[in-house]
């Protein structure tokens, strides 16, 4: 009896911590297009939920462009910021840290004034459609393993 007691507190322990931990995405921006400045990265972006744990992956040649992560303001009037600010690998990842709107552009050239930049609004890792499927996966777990439970115990 003990033992089917425990095993189902460690399934009610697996079933509350799993879905928490699975959920981080990676995107390419542009997809296959990468980051180039004959892109509509605003349309790329639009349907897409980002949260934080996400990655960016700027994908280009390098020389070629680069990636500043700037401010609104910086964003709208395509202000360059310093040169060595800038990323430059080609192959530039970004993990999105922190929820809130962020703001990334092209500094070489006028590629930002012809398109090339990226907003996107990150939410929290729990927030939103997450945090509605978590819930609600967890209560059924929990439920499930409660009957289970009682049953063990019986
Ligand atoms: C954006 O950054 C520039 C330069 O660093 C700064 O002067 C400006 O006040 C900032 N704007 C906002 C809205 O934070």
Known sequence: MASNKQFFVTLAIV??????????TDYTVGDDSGWNNKF?????????QFYVGDTL????TPG???????????????I?????????TGND???LATPGKKWYMC????????????????????SAANGIFASGY????IATVAIGAMFAMA
């Open 15 to 24: 079933a509350i911590i799993l879905p928490s931990t699975a959920s981080a």
């Open 40 to 48: 509509d990265y605003a349309a790329w972006a639009k349907d897409k």
């Open 57 to 60: 992956s700027f994908m280009y």
């Open 64 to 78: 070629s462009h680069n990636v500043f992560k700037v401010n609104g303001t910086e964003f709208d009037q395509c």
């Open 80 to 88: 360059k910021p310093e040169p060595q600010l800038a990323l430059a």
């Open 93 to 95: 990842v970004i993990t």
């Open 107 to 126: 500094g070489v050239a006028q590629h930002c004034a012809g398109g090339q930049k990226l907003f996107i609004t990150v939410q929290d890792a729990s």
């Open 138 to 141: 967890q209560i059924v777990m």
